[in-house]
């Protein structure tokens, strides 16, 4: 059978930039004989309107039977006044939860054409491309005890950075996976000059790294690893962290390449039975409620991730390649959506004008 992909579109520029998606899922169908079971499901704001919950429990299924999912973006000024056990994110919240999504891909990827997009030296950035692997589930944002106390005369905030071996364990070896389908170089980042947890990590991930002996793997100190994404970021191809530190990380290396509109992004859980790793791919953005309805939002984040769906849940890394230099050439090309341009800059195309153009790009591939 084919493989399976459930979309959910969501809210604001979510089903936009989704519409221009399925073109190219389409392409694939038509043109390269890859067809796939696609089903089509609300999450976020649009499921809350029909149903009352921003996700029901049968698109919760579905997500858990299906090889990926794609999402578009959830939330909105609309629902921003609703409790919170239905805003809009819980719905998000709820699917990787459920999902144990615990590792997050975040690649920093820079087309030459925007090169001189980015606040770093062209030469700096161009032709990046990386990935930083962000364990999502656990650490310091979970960890317990936390709160806000009484010592005293005054309150104390307390959170615990706390990580389990196990935990450790499955996001290095997501990690190593990943560097074995790339180019076997992988750098694991904590702090363990002085923190306990850093320790325990550089220890496991070194142990786990024994069973990936053609991957190069190195250890940085992660303050010493943020000055080095912004001095030489080509000198990393996977990098693997820890939640705290990825959020940091990758937030800043995802600015290295420009503008947010581009930035796709994968969440990874344990192998299912055909081997492939549970996911979750979408944008990295959000429904830009400033935007939406108005044909301007740029779907290259959204397309790039069902790009990294081709590749890391469908075996497909040539045409997750090919995809990828559709959007090369269009870039080189000229088209930019008005996120992509400068205050003085030329005429922007729409939202579907891009989707179109990336798909008569694939159409000369
Ligand atoms: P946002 O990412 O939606 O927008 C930030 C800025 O970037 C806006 O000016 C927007 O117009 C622009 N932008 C974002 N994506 C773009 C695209 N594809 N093309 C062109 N311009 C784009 O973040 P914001 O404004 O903080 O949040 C808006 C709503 O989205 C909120 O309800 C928030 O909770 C939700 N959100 C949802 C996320 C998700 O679904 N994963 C992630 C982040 C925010
Ligand atoms: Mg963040």
């Not at 909105?76 to 990787?96: H, I, M, N, T, W």
């Not at 990827?109 to 990386?130: E, H, N, P, T, Y």
């Not at 793997?217 to 992660?222: D, E, Q």
């Amino acid at each position: 059978s084919n493989p399976s992909l459930l979309i959910l579109p969501g809210d604001g520029i979510g089903p936009e930039v989704m519409t221009e998606v399925r073109k190219v899922i389409d392409w694939y169908g038509t043109k390269r004989d890859m067809a796939f079971d696609v089903s089509e499901d609300l999450v976020g704001g649009s499921a809350y309107d029909a149903h009352g919950t921003p996700l029901t429990d049968a698109t919760m299924a579905k997500a858990q039977e299906v090889d990926a999912v794609l999402l578009g973006a959830v939330g909105g000024p609309k629902y921003d006044a609703l409790d919170f056990s239905v805003k809009p994110e819980r719905g998000l919240l709820r699917l990787r939860k459920e999902m144990d999504l615990f590792a997050n891909l975040r690649p920093a990827q820079c087309f030459d054409a925007l090169a001189d997009f980015s606040s770093l030296k062209r030469d700096v950035v161009a032709g990046l491309d990386i990935v930083i692997v962000r364990e999502l589930t656990s650490g310091i944002y979970f960890g317990e005890p936390r709160g806000i106390i009484e010592d005293g005369n005054e309150r104390v905030g307390i959170n615990t950075q706390r990580y389990t071996e196990s935990e450790i364990d499955r996001v290095a070896r997501n990690a190593f996976e990943l560097a074995m389908r790339r180019n076997r170089k992988l750098c694991s980042m904590e702090k363990a000059n002085v923190m306990e947890s850093g320790v325990l990590w550089r220890e496991v991930v070194t142990e786990v790294g024994k069973d990936y002996p053609e991957v190069e793997l190195s250890h940085m100190y992660a303050d010493a690893g943020a000055m080095q994404l912004c001095r030489w970021p080509k000198q990393f191809d996977v990098i693997v962290t820890d939640n705290l530190f990825g959020d940091l990380l990758s937030d800043a290396a995802a600015m290295l390449t420009g503008s947010l509109g581009m930035l796709p992004s994968a969440s990874l859980g344990a192998p299912m039975a055909n081997g492939r790793p549970k996911a979750l791919y979408e944008p990295v953005h959000g429904s830009a409620p400033d935007i939406a309805g108005q044909g301007k939002a740029n779907p290259i984040a959204c397309i790039l991730s069902f790009a990294m769906a081709l590749r890391y849940s469908f075996d497909a890394g040539d045409e997750a390649t090919r995809l990828e230099q559709a959007v090369e050439k269009v870039l080189a090309d000229g088209l930019r959506t008005a996120d992509l341009l400068g205050e003085e800059g030329a005429q922007p195309v729409s939202t579907a004008e891009m989707g179109d153009a990336i798909v008569a790009a694939l159409d000369a591939s």
